[in-house]
């Protein structure tokens, strides 16, 4: 075990008029499984790249050990995936790899195919078994488990279990729980290194959110007290030197002497005040951002609004999805699940088009009933990102939204500001499903179709997403890989 110290580390991007790190300083060890957290735009990805050297920054990072990053790129995926790994780690046993392959599920025969024919769970195992046996390595794994299917996620949560060395940055808060000891958390006005997995940290900084909301509220009140205490003896003093002046005999002493009794106790109080505006400012630095936001659902006049009744679909006659019924009813969230390729962005999209009656370029063709009631509105949040253009701020007229309301919540989903004016396409991925997210929340809806809302998005907000969905109960169907969320969301679950 050896330490990774971050001393005065200060970083900020050419042209950007802020720094993404200032003056900050940790440690964290190698042999921890360290949880990575933020929201999105913190710099999660841009300290993984500084670990790696690949930008210049002010301060030092001590290490012993090299890193190695998850996903890392391949060349020429045409070439035999036993000939990228021999490229990537030449010094492993071959009997190692396949132990670690066979930890993961994976067939041997993966190693002989071009890499370009593996499927998305085959290339994440397959380059985690390549990390895993390069020595004397700290793995930055960042998120590893896109892409995948429950029981794939499942097969790489147990893997990492058995591993140590490594930082996972994820929004899987599952995940997270299952595989890391130590959480690493980049805050609004710190870094912090905490000794407990996503969870623990989560309690511990709702409890001393709690404790700083209650102690700023209390100094509050203390200071307009002290303030108005101030104010009140340096009148009395001013009140009470003005008598020495006059007709007739006075004691000029005593009165003077009252009145340096009343100023030095008015001075006592503004000092005290000081110190009580000092201990204020300290607080509240880390509490995201809080807002009273509303969604408005639309209310329908009948109970049912999708029914589904015996449903194949398939393309080009490659079926992939047989027989299905269900039914949607108001008030209901309704979750699809299913593992990679059983229908489920197939589905959504058949439904989305039978309501909206509007086909898409790759229509599939079925067999079975698909109804949707008679002038529902469906608000929609797409898988892909690749359509969105223009400034952040101007989105809502696209969409033909509410602008306060819109800009509103994606100051609640940690968006700043000075990114309202910035254009999308430069935008992190995590923070274009926001806008995404954001406009669809901004929609007064009878049904919302969200189909992988949440990649990408940080977990701070996928838990602000959960608690405004659970308080106005909108109908919804989804797909979510997010375990949790789902969990919490639906109300009931077709499975494929």
Known sequence: MSAITVTNLTFGYDGSPDDVFEDVSFHFDTD????????????????????????????????????????????????????????????????????ELNLLDVAEDVLFRPYSTL??????????????????????????????????????????????????????????????????????????????????????????????????????????????????????????????????????????????????????????????????ASLLKNVEAQAALKLSPLDYHSNRLVAVKDLSIAYDEKVVLRALSFDVAKGERVAIVGGNGSGKSSLIKLILEVGTQVAGPKSPSYTGSVHVASGVKISYVPQGTSHLEGLVKDFSDARGVDKTLFLTILRHLGLERKEF???????????????????????????????????????????????????????????EHDEVFTRKIATKTVVL
């Open 421 to 479: 004016e910035s254009d999308i396409t430069e935008l992190s991925e995590g923070q274009k499903k926001k806008i995404l997210i954001a406009a669809s929340l901004s929609e007064s809806a009878h049904l919302y179709i969200w189909d992988e809302p949440l990649n990408f998005i940080d977990i701070q907000s996928r838990m602000d997403i959960e608690a405004l969905l659970l308080e106005y109960e909108p109908t919804m169907i989804f797909v």
């Open 119 to 280: 499927s998305y769970g085959e290339r994440t195992k397959t380059m985690l078994a390549v990390l895993f046996l390069k020595p004397d390595n700290f793995l930055l794994l960042d998120e590893p488990t896109n892409h995948l299917d429950v029981d794939g996620k499942q097969i790489v949560t147990d893997y990492l279990k058995s591993k140590k060395g490594f930082m996972l940055a994820s929004h899987d808060r599952a995940l997270l729980d299952d595989v890391t000891d130590h959480t690493l958390s980049i805050n609004k006005a710190n870094i912090e290194v905490v000794n407990a997995s996503f969870s623990g940290w989560a309690e511990e900084k709702e409890r001393r959110d709690k404790f700083e909301a209650d102690e700023n509220k209390k100094l509050k009140k203390d200071i307009a007290e002290l303030k108005a205490e101030a104010r009140r003896r340096a009148n009395w003093s001013d009140k009470v030197e003005a008598t020495k002046i006059g007709n007739g005999p006075v004691d000029r002493g005593n009165i003077g002497h009252k009145a340096a009794k009343m100023m030095k106790k008015a001075k006592i109080a503004e000092a005290r005040q000081d110190r009580a505006i000092a201990e204020k």
């Open 32 to 99: 921890w499984k360290l949880g990575f957290v933020g929201r999105n735009g913190r710099g999660k990805t841009t300290f993984m790249r500084l670990l790696l050297g690949e930008e210049k920054y002010s301060g030092t990072i001590s290490s012993q050990v090299p890193f190695s990053y998850f996903p890392f790129p391949i060349g020429d995926e045409t070439l035999n995936t036993i000939d990228i790994i021999d490229e990537i780690n030449p010094n492993y046993e071959f009997w190692e790899l396949c132990r």
